[in-house]
């Protein structure tokens, strides 16, 4: 096993950093810090980072088409142009109020995958959706919906519930977007941790954010091995993108949320953006299309 430790990018103060993405028209990674209400930028070049503040808590984001951002927001899903920060409303979740959306990402046709949760995390209160133009439950009663991502030859779907303490595979038809075969390919079994955001490699294995864990684990899913480490001078570690001009350098995002005074002076980076060079490279992040 190869363990790595990543470089402190930037010294963030987020209460609960996330969404990690990479956007390849601006050459960019994106990134939100969900309670505290941000979305930002962070130039893998030099380092600056640009945040704006949202009007409502952001649960992830993807690029979108006409130099727009899709987020989904606590109770909708928008367009958002970053330059004005003018939104455009898709779509509405009916929902509890108390409910926020939470992790997602688009597939290879550009339809939005995004899972919604209770703000308190209550058990079984959400449910991952599929929106293409309208939106669909695709699974009910989930706690924590997490991490999302296909294989390279897009016939499975990785996905997360964190609460389930596992990775689920899916086989999936990219054209209809049907899943079957549900099974469990990665058990989680390190005490007081879960799995949070995922993202895969061009060799399809798993690099997945360990919330309690201070690491991103890489999973081999044809056999549930933890293959290589991260470790993240920072408990919380919610979500990972690849990115960058060769597609492998590795943004890390972490929290600050749920930890006690004493753990935040043990871990002064915690909420920080972390970032990596690895010998293997990921995909290319999908972007929201339009359905027309």
Same mark, same amino acid.
Request: proline share 4%; with cysteine; hydrophobic share 40%.
């Given at each position: ?22 956007? %390849? ?196 899913? %044809? ?62 992040? %999908? %972007? ?5």
């Amino acid at each position: 096993m190869n363990i790595w430790k990543p470089d402190v990018l930037y010294k963030a103060d987020l209460i609960l950093g996330e969404g990690a993405r990479w956007h %390849a028209e601006w050459q960019k990674f994106l990134f939100i810090d969900i309670k505290g209400k941000l979305l930002g930028t962070c130039d893998p070049v030099n380092g600056k980072v640009e945040t704006r503040k949202l009007p409502a808590m952001p649960g992830m984001l993807a690029p979108a088409e006409n130099n727009k951002l899709l987020v989904a927001l606590q109770g909708k899903i928008v367009l958002l142009d970053l330059e004005t920060g003018k939104t455009v409303t898709l779509a509405k979740f009916k929902e509890d109020a108390e409910n926020r959306s939470n992790d997602g990402a688009c597939d290879a046709l550009g339809r939005l995958w995004v899972g919604t949760m209770h703000v308190d995390a209550k058990h079984h209160a959400g449910n991952l959706y599929c929106y293409d133009g309208k939106l669909v439950k695709k699974i009910t009663g989930t706690s924590v919906s997490n991490g999302i991502c296909w294989s390279p030859d897009n016939r499975t779907l990785y996905y997360i519930d964190s609460f389930l303490y596992h990775i689920k595979a899916f086989d999936f038809d990219l054209s209809t977007g049907k899943m079957s075969n549900e099974r469990v390919v990665v058990e989680i079994t390190e005490p007081n941790v879960v799995a949070d955001g995922m993202c895969i490699d061009s060799e399809g294995m798993l690099w997945v954010a360990m919330w309690g864990g201070a690491c991103v684990n890489r999973y081999n899913p %044809a056999n549930g091995i933890c293959i290589d480490k991260i470790v993240v001078n920072a408990p919380h570690v919610t979500s990972c993108a690849f990115g960058g001009k060769l597609m492998n350098q590795m943004l890390i995002t972490t929290a600050k949320d749920g930890l006690s005074e004493d753990e935040l002076k043990q871990y002064p980076h915690s909420g920080s953006l972390f970032m990596i060079k690895l010998k293997v490279t990921g995909l290319p992040t %999908a %972007a929201y299309k339009t359905i027309s």
